[in-house]
């Protein structure tokens, strides 16, 4: 509990960075890589923040609904972050992001809750039937992201047709299909909340729900133990004030992120698979490694898969219908060959990892291992 509070402490330090953020944007006029490493620091607290207002709400409304809650706000600075980039027409940074948060859970999240949990346990064990679930959901998103990607490759490499006409064909079809895929992923993600609350909810029970999977389920270590409840009315104001400067400083973030890429000597995949889905899904890391340290692997395993679902089955689709009124033209969800080969190889390891509901420290190591070669493969890009 002390450990919790001190971390907590240290987070809403990094606040400070939001009026930083604001003087160089508006007094100083700083370059944008200044910028966009500022407003990136500045969102990892606002993101807590949220995560926390969220889950305290949670606690007035009753757990199936307060779950319902979580899964609909759980991954919100993410959401915010990709929506700016929506409008700014950089769909390669927020299809990026969107690969860098499932395999980030899956694979940086869970990786350090097993390895750590496994340092202090020996043997630290999880719901089998919940875990396979999930996994298969996994999946079914995977194989959802990756059909669009495939076809485009297969279409605009065919025959009979010049290069441009070959291309624009792929395009087209792959546009429209991602919106009928983004259509099944999102009713698969409103049938699995039901599974989750309703008819499956004992699976869930004391572990978490399904979704984002923050530590709603686990009130008395990580609610009320890290201090007393929220009223309603707090949390609402906290979650709305928080969301307000997420999206001011995504705004800056997304606005400084082709410089800083360049300037930085990174390439715009990098940004968005490692730097911009830690930004956002910080504060989420740390409660998925401090239940485990709890040798609660049920939650954390949970927090990790069920938020990379919510990303995939639920974000991605919801950003395909925004960019129709939104973004400067449609976003479809073809993928880089590595994007696709990265989240498939992450789905499958997570599966063979999860499939027997235990795991140990060395599981973490593997995890771990498979999360810093696909970072290099990232950053080895060509610009």
Not at 325 to 349: C, H, K, N, R, Y
Request: proline share 2%; charged share 10%; with cysteine.
């Amino acid at each position: 509990m002390a450990f919790r509070l001190k971390a907590d402490n240290a987070l809403h330090l990094f606040l400070v960075f939001i009026p930083i953020t604001l003087v160089l944007e508006y007094v100083v006029h700083a370059s944008p890589t200044t910028l966009f490493l500022t407003s990136a620091v500045a969102i990892v607290p606002l993101a807590g923040l949220m995560g926390k207002s969220t889950e305290m709400l949670a606690e007035h409304v009753g757990a199936g609904l307060g779950g319902l809650l979580n899964a609909t706000f759980g991954n919100a600075a993410e959401l915010i972050i990709a929506i700016f980039a929506l409008k700014a027409g950089l769909h390669d940074l927020v299809k990026a992001s969107l690969t860098g948060s499932i395999i980030g859970n899956i694979l940086l999240v869970f990786g350090l809750g097993a390895l750590l949990g496994g340092l202090k346990f020996r043997r630290q064990v999880f719901n089998r039937t919940a875990a396979r679930l999930g996994a298969t959901l996994l999946l079914l998103s995977a194989v959802g992201l990756i059909i669009p990607s495939l076809l485009h490759f297969t279409r605009g490499g065919a025959g009979g047709a010049s290069d441009a006409e070959a291309a624009g064909a792929a395009a087209t079809v792959s546009g429209s299909l991602s919106l009928e895929i983004a259509v099944v992923l999102i009713v698969c993600y409103g049938l699995s909340l039901v599974f989750a609350f309703t008819t499956h909810a004992d699976l869930y029970r004391g572990a978490s729900h399904h979704g984002d999977h923050r530590d709603h389920g686990d009130h008395g270590d990580h609610g009320h133990a890290a201090g007393a409840a929220w009223s309603k009315g707090k949390s609402f104001a906290v979650l709305l004030t928080a969301a307000a400067f997420v999206g001011w400083m995504s705004e800056i973030l997304v606005g400084g992120a082709e410089d800083a890429a360049h300037s930085l000597g990174m390439n715009e995949v990098f940004v968005g698979v490692i730097v911009v889905a830690l930004v956002g899904n910080a504060a989420e890391h740390s409660t998925a490694v401090l239940v485990a340290l709890r040798n609660k692997m049920d939650l954390s395993l949970q927090v990790a898969v069920g938020s990379s679902l919510q990303i995939a089955l639920f974000i991605a689709p919801l950003l395909v219908f925004l960019s129709y009124a939104i973004g400067p033209a449609p976003m479809d969800l073809v993928f880089t060959p590595l994007e696709v080969a990265a989240v498939a190889i992450s789905v499958i390891v997570v599966g063979q990892i999860s499939g027997d509901g235990e795991t140990h420290w060395m599981e973490g190591v593997l995890l771990l291992g498979v999360y810093v070669l696909l970072g290099l493969a990232f950053f080895n890009l060509p610009g």
